[in-house]
C-alpha cells in the first residue's frame, strides 16, 4: 500500500513537472488577429511568444484575447538596437511589463549592435531590466545567430555584466545548431543552467549554415529534417529543465496549414518518450 502511494505521488510529481509548451505567432493563418488565434484552437498550446516592439502589436495581442480569452502572452519579444538608445520607447515598454506581469511572462530580447559597443550594450540590458522589475518582470536575453549574442553562452557574459537579478537568458535550438554547437549542447545547457528560463524547439537539418537568411535548415515543423530533438530534450531532462519550451516556426508560412499540429503532436509523443526514458 505505502509503495503504491510512493509511486502515485511520483506520477503526480512528474505529470505536474511537465514543461509549459508555447509557440510563436509567426505563422498563424487567418486575416484578422480573432481567425489567426482561433487557427491553432486544435492545439492545446500552454500561450504564445509574439513581436511586441510597438504599441501595434499589444493591440493585436488585446484583439487575441478578446477573440479567445484564456490565451496566454509566455514571452514578449523585442529587438533592440543598443546604438539607438533614443528609439527605446519607454512608455511602450511600461505598458508591456505590465501586461506581461498579469501573464506570468517574460521579455524576450534580441540585440542588433556594433559588437565593440559593450557598454551601450550593457546599458540597453539594465534599461529594460529595470522597466521590467518595476513591474516584477524577468528580462530573458534571445540569443540569434547573426546578432551581437549569437548563442547562449555569448549571452551568459553579458548577463553577468549587466548584473541585473531579473535577467535571464535562453537556449534555442536552430540557433545553437547554426553556432556548430550540435555536439556541444550538453555542455552549453550545463554552462547556462543556473540562468535558463527559456528554451525553442524545432524541426532542423545536423548541417545549417551561419548567417543564411534561408533559415529552412535550421527551423522546420517537427518530424522534418535530420536532427532528432528528442536528443534535446534528453538534455533538458538531465538537467531538470522545467521551464518554457516554444515551437519555433518562422519561415514556415510555405508549410501546409496542419503543421501547428503536427509539431504539437509529436513534440507531446517525443515528451512523454523522453520521460518514461530511465
Not at 512608455?91 to 506570468?104: C, Q, S
Not at 545549417?208 to 530533438?229: F, H, M, Q, V
Request: hydrophobic share 45%.
Amino acid at each position: 500500500m505505502i509503495r503504491l502511494l510512493v509511486l502515485l505521488t511520483v506520477s503526480i510529481l512528474t505529470a505536474s513537472a511537465a514543461n509549459p509548451f508555447g509557440v510563436f505567432d509567426f505563422d498563424f493563418r487567418g486575416a484578422s488577429p480573432a481567425e489567426k488565434i482561433h487557427s491553432i484552437d486544435d492545439c492545446a498550446f500552454d500561450g504564445i511568444a509574439m513581436w511586441m516592439n510597438s504599441p501595434k502589436d499589444l493591440e493585436k495581442f488585446a484583439a487575441y484575447q478578446r477573440a479567445k480569452p484564456s490565451t496566454r502572452l509566455l514571452a514578449a519579444l523585442l529587438h533592440l538596437h543598443a546604438d539607438k538608445p533614443a528609439d527605446l520607447n519607454r512608455e511602450h515598454l511600461a505598458k508591456v511589463a505590465k501586461k506581461l506581469a498579469t501573464e506570468h511572462g517574460k521579455f524576450w530580447l534580441i540585440i542588433s549592435s556594433d559588437i565593440n559597443n559593450e557598454t551601450q550594450i550593457i546599458t540597453l540590458i539594465r534599461s529594460l531590466a529595470d522597466i521590467a522589475a518595476a513591474e516584477n518582470v524577468t528580462l530573458s536575453l534571445y540569443p540569434h545567430d547573426g546578432h551581437v549574442m549569437a548563442t547562449a553562452e555569448q549571452a551568459l557574459g553579458y548577463l553577468t555584466k549587466a548584473a541585473r537579478p531579473n535577467v535571464t537568458l535562453s537556449v534555442h535550438l536552430c540557433h545553437e545548431l547554426r553556432a556548430g554547437n550540435i555536439d556541444r549542447l550538453d555542455a552549453v545547457v550545463a554552462a547556462v543552467l543556473p540562468h535558463l528560463d527559456m528554451v525553442t524547439l524545432s524541426g532542423s537539418d545536423r548541417k545549417t549554415t551561419a548567417g543564411a537568411k534561408d533559415w529552412s535548415d535550421a527551423i522546420k515543423p517537427l518530424g522534418e529534417g535530420d536532427y532528432d530533438p528528442k536528443a534535446f530534450l534528453r538534455i533538458l531532462k538531465k538537467y531538470h529543465y522545467q521551464g518554457p519550451i516554444i515551437l519555433h516556426t518562422f519561415g514556415l508560412s510555405n508549410k501546409p496549414t496542419t503543421h501547428h499540429k503536427s509539431s504539437f503532436d509529436l513534440y507531446q509523443k517525443m515528451a512523454a518518450e523522453v520521460t518514461a526514458e530511465p
